[in-house]
T-cell receptor, first 117, second 112 residues
Framework: DAGVIQSPRHEVTEMGQEVTLRCKPI?????LFWYRQTMMRGLELLIY????????DSGMPEDRFSAKMPNASFSTLKIQPSEPRDSAVYFC???????????????FGEGSRLTVL | SQQGEEDPQALSIQEGENATMNCSYK?????LQWYRQNSGRGLVHLIL?????REKHSGRLRVTLDTSKKSSSLLITASRAADTASYFC????????????FGSGTKLNVKP
């Protein structure tokens, strides 16, 4: 299996621009998670989906952030407008899940490093 | 918060020595997991220990869990330079299996 695939791996943009990060989970995995990693705050859970439905978005920092999962093989995290404090590495992770509950470990992508100037 | 806290934040040892990292957490858990992250890469799962288990082994890894003290330790024996990475514990809530809380990590440097 190819693992969790994220794109782009690196993104440099200017403040105010829209940023879209993409994730393809492992085939057959029906839970998908978006995390943000910074030196100051570590790994923060932003949102997770189960069977394409957002279950908990309490970690999304503010209305500038939105996430979608239109189908089982694709998810996006959008930031509009972006700000310098959004600079971080954004990770997508997936899990097989059974009956809506995560089983075992999370499988992480390689991350998208975002720099907002 | 439920977030696990690792200790120490950084650890530097010589190749061949053992490395011990600790993790403390605050509330009840279903299981606790350890992950490894190489620089610039994603997290990779190492080992999972359930709340009713006290010790688990996998190759050169040994994990212990003390639910009374709400703590866990990860021991890497006979370390190698390739073990250089950051190590994170993640706790999974007892009643919400979808919530993973990651600690701040221990940065391990193994000198050849």
């Amino acid at each position: 299996d190819a693992g969790v695939i994220q794109s782009p791996r690196h993104e440099v943009t200017e403040m105010g621009q829209e940023v879209t990060l993409r994730c393809k989970p492992i085939s057959g995995h029906n839970s998908l998670f978006w995390y943000r990693q910074t030196m100051m705050r570590g790994l923060e859970l932003l949102i997770y989906f189960n069977n394409n439905v957002p279950i908990d978005d309490s970690g999304m920092p503010e209305d500038r952030f939105s996430a979608k999962m239109p189908n089982a093989s694709f998810s996006t995290l959008k930031i509009q407008p972006s700000e310098p404090r959004d600079s971080a590495v954004y990770f997508c992770a997936s899990n097989p899940a059974v009956g809506g509950a995560v089983t075992g470990e999370l499988f992480f992508g390689e991350g998208s490093r975002l720099t907002v100037l | 918060s439920q977030q696990g806290e690792e200790d120490p934040q950084a650890l530097s040892i010589q190749e061949g020595e053992n490395a011990t990292m600790n993790c403390s957490y605050k509330t009840s858990i279903n299981n606790l997991q350890w992950y490894r992250q190489n620089s610039g890469r994603g997290l990779v799962h190492l080992i999972l220990i359930r709340s009713n288990e006290r010790e688990k082994h996998s190759g050169r890894l040994r994990v212990t869990l003390d639910t009374s003290k709400k703590s866990s330790s990860l021991l890497i024996t006979a370390s190698r330079a390739a073990d250089t990475a950051s190590y994170f514990c993640a706790t999974v809530e007892g009643n919400n299996f979808n919530k993973f809380y990651f600690g701040s990590g221990t940065k391990l440097n193994v000198k050849p």
